[in-house]
């Protein structure tokens, strides 16, 4: 340590002398103590006031200036450091060695700083608002042959891309073409994987998306898949799992899904179909996850049902009943779900046996599943009245939806299962599906579905609600009695925040349940005919209409 002390002392003196060949014996014997002592050499350093100097060594015409860099790139593995050498003003003269044409100093210029900032986001901002990512950008494609270079600059995208505000910055960069560029030349498994550490959060914002897109990131990708699909070697599972995710990412974006869909006929669109049939588990998850991505408009939805896509799906779940593979289950409904969504596809669905096939998972105890199954028949039988007939006639499926309703943890699929349950009821409009309900238990869900922060399931409930009262008011008495529904529509025509849709579905019903003694009985003591006289004054014409309707039947049988 007196050695440093020494060293120390005298590079105070020759850095204010400018000697060079004395700095630079200084600097050796700085980097021999941090080699030997790492946490006492920087201590020591800090002590000293050693920081606040090295700022004007860090000169581009120096031929210190490399040692320098590395130097602080050392100290700055200590936590400790980091804050030190930001408070020295380290930071903009190391910026401005990133446009030196010495490899030497760039490459110690970045650790310098990727040490300093590291796992710091106020620092990485400060860095991004700086310029350094289209410098580094820049760097990459000048210096690609460099490969210690080329790890720096990686790293550093790493790092910067988990931000937000970055994501801006690089696009406004070649870095697609580049990092394709990159990918292409690589034969090696820690590259790749270090390629795809920086792919990974960029494919996240929809224009990077795009650019890999057009940059021929996704024939990369496929051929990546082509060659690991059958590989045993850790590193093969790992390359085709994270190509394959790449893959469904960049299918994410509106604008990048729509350019390989190109109608149906792009060669990676078929490619990706391709994988559904395979046996390997993971091709499998990609491909059903990559067609529930292609079905995110109408005409895509269209024409992948005229084409046969259902049954592929089909016969994948099937395989799943008994092998259970929950995420390729979940990822089969999700396509399923989302290509139901065109009312044309509907009836063309059903008829392929969608509904039964669903069916075969009621069993499942994965809340991800049950969601996703939920969905998927509720967007099946959205104006199909048969279908919903059939399937809210089904006892075990009722009965199912009744315990899903109670899923308190489970808040998707509580949701789910009460809209389910109420559109079984507003599509078939049966009063089978009625009192398939009622005998399952499922009114009092329905009741307090009605008090649902959400608008729609509140209107969705009190229809289902209003066609229970109509097709079965004495089946269905004693449950609206135990569930308090006179007492809960009287709270949604009170609450100001009701929609005008909520207020008359109301009214409605209390109309619809004055037939019954004991509610009419509730209704009177609930002096309704107050509220709803106010209500005749609604700004909603509807609204106001149906009150006078509602108050004329109140006082005719009051």
Not at 83 to 90: H, K, S
Not at 165 to 194: D, P
Not at 408 to 422: C, I, P
Not at 480 to 508: C, Q, T, W
Request: aromatic fraction near 2%.
């Amino acid at each position: 340590m007196d050695n440093l002390s020494d060293a120390l002392e005298k590079l105070k003196l020759a850095s204010k002398d400018s000697a060079t060949d004395s700095v630079d014996s200084c600097l050796d014997c700085l980097l021999k103590a941090l080699a030997n002592n790492h946490t006492e050499a920087s201590v020591k350093i800090q002590e000293m006031g050693v920081l606040t100097m090295l700022p004007i060594l860090l000169t581009p015409q120096s031929s210190c200036t490399p040692k320098v860099a590395n130097i602080i790139a050392e100290l700055a593995k200590n936590e400790f450091m980091r804050g030190p050498c930001v408070e020295a003003g380290l930071i903009p003269p190391l910026i401005q060695l990133l446009t030196s044409a010495d490899q030497e100093v760039l490459l110690q210029t970045g650790r310098a700083l990727g040490n300093i900032c590291y796992d710091s986001h106020s620092l990485q901002a400060q860095l991004i608002s700086m310029g350094v990512i289209p410098t580094l950008v820049k760097l990459l494609g000048i210096h690609s042959h460099n490969i210690a270079l080329t790890e720096m600059c990686l790293i550093a995208f790493g790092n910067l891309a988990e931000l937000e505000s970055s994501k801006e910055q690089f696009a406004s960069t070649n870095i697609a073409e580049e990092l394709v560029h990159l990918f292409q030349k690589q034969t090696e498994h820690e590259k790749k994987e270090m390629i795809f550490e920086v792919l990974a959060p960029l494919a996240e914002n929809d224009v990077i998306k795009l650019q890999l897109v057009e940059a021929g990131l996704v024939e990369c990708l496929l051929e990546v898949v082509a060659q690991t699909v059958d590989g045993e070697r850790e590193e093969d599972i790992a390359q085709l799992k994270t190509s394959s995710d790449l893959m469904v990412l960049l299918l994410l974006g509106d604008e990048s899904m729509q350019k390989l869909f190109e109608g149906g006929k792009g060669s990676v669109f078929q490619r990706v179909l391709s994988w559904i049939p395979s046996h390997n588990h993971q091709l499998q998850l990609a491909g059903a996850l990559a067609i529930a991505n292609f079905a995110r408009n109408d005409g895509n939805c269209i024409h992948m049902v005229d084409t046969g896509i259902v049954q592929k799906l089909l016969e994948l779940l099937d395989r799943h009943v008994d092998e259970g593979n929950v995420t390729v289950q979940h990822a089969a409904l999700s396509a399923l779900r989302n290509l139901a969504i065109p009312v044309v596809n509907k009836s063309k669905m059903l008829s392929a046996g969608v509904a039964d096939v669903v069916l075969k998972f009621l069993q499942s105890e994965m809340p991800p599943v049950q969601f996703k199954l939920l969905g998927t028949l509720r967007m099946l039988i959205d104006t199909q009245a048969e279908a919903a007939d059939q399937l809210g006639t089904n006892g075990k499926l009722v009965e199912r939806l009744v315990e899903w309703c109670e899923a308190k943890d489970h808040a998707g699929v509580m949701g789910e299962s009460n809209r389910l349950l109420s559109a079984l009821i507003r599509h078939s409009k049966s009063k089978e599906v009625v009192k398939t309900v009622i005998q399952g238990g499922g009114v009092k869900h329905l009741v307090t579905m009605a008090t649902s922060e959400h608008m729609i399931m509140q209107n969705e409930a009190l229809v289902a609600l209003g066609l229970i009262a109509a097709l079965d008011l004495v089946a269905a008495e004693k449950d609206f009695v135990g569930s308090s529904l006179v007492s809960v529509l009287h709270k949604l025509l009170l609450d100001e925040r009701s929609a005008p849709e909520i207020k008359y579905n109301s009214m409605i019903l209390i109309c619809a349940v004055m037939g019954s003694e004991p509610l009419h009985k509730e209704v009177q003591s609930l002096a309704f005919i107050d509220v709803v006289s106010k209500l005749r004054a609604h700004e909603n014409k509807t609204v106001s209409h149906q009150a006078s309707l509602t108050e004329q039947r109140l006082t005719a049988q009051s």
